[in-house]
């Protein structure tokens, strides 16, 4: 007998999901990869996130022995010290599919159909990047592959924001107006960088 209240698993996205976990976390003091949040550590949260909605998914990081638990490929940076732009790099090169999205490994409230809603505009447009308000997420965004040598360019400039590729790129920047049917995007893109912002995510 049919479970008609059961909802059936959507198929992956033909695309690339990766975690960024090569920070240092050096304002927090610990790594904020394992930082546990209702008894997971944050990576481990974001790659079932991850897996759930794409056909491949990778982890970016350069200590491939903190990862190897989770059973996913680990990719190491070519280029060392030179930020998420490096990360961003390594893992377009790295991909399977032309879209990647790219995730910072210490967002605990990520939302499965925030990014397949994301998604959508990812064939039409080299970047996909939320926008809440004036700010923008650069580490919850699409990237195409062929924003590679734009990236290029600039780790060879020394320009290493991620925003300064946009310049570059046809950016679709989702505002709040199209997230509207989405609840609490304040804390879906909420991040972990300091102990007192940790210490405000664990409140009850």
Not at 96 to 120: G, H, N, W, Y
């Amino acid at each position: 007998m049919t479970d008609l209240g059961m909802k059936r698993p959507q198929p992956k996205l033909e695309a690339t999901g990766i975690l960024l976990a090569g920070g240092k976390s050096s304002r927090m003091k610990r790594n904020k990869a394992f930082l546990e949040y209702d008894g997971k550590p944050l990576a481990g949260r974001a790659i079932e996130v991850l897996d759930a909605v794409f056909s491949e998914v990778l982890i970016s990081s350069n200590d491939q022995e903190l990862y190897k638990r989770y059973n996913f490929p680990v990719i190491q940076d070519e280029l060392r010290d030179q930020g998420p732009l490096a990360g961003l790099y390594q893992g377009l090169k790295a991909a399977t599919f032309k879209s990647v999205f790219f995730v910072a490994c210490d967002m605990p409230f990520l939302q499965i159909e925030l990014i397949r809603f994301l998604f959508r505009w990812a064939s039409d447009y080299d970047i996909v990047v939320p926008r809440i308000g004036p700010v923008i997420h650069p580490l919850h965004a699409f990237y195409n592959r062929s924003c590679l040598p734009g990236i290029i360019k600039n780790l060879e400039a020394g320009r290493l924001k991620i925003r300064d590729l946009f310049q570059d790129y046809s950016v679709k920047y989702v505002d709040e107006i199209e997230l509207k049917g989405f609840s609490d995007l304040s804390q879906v893109f909420c991040n972990v960088n300091t102990p007192e912002d940790w210490s405000e995510i664990l409140k009850p």
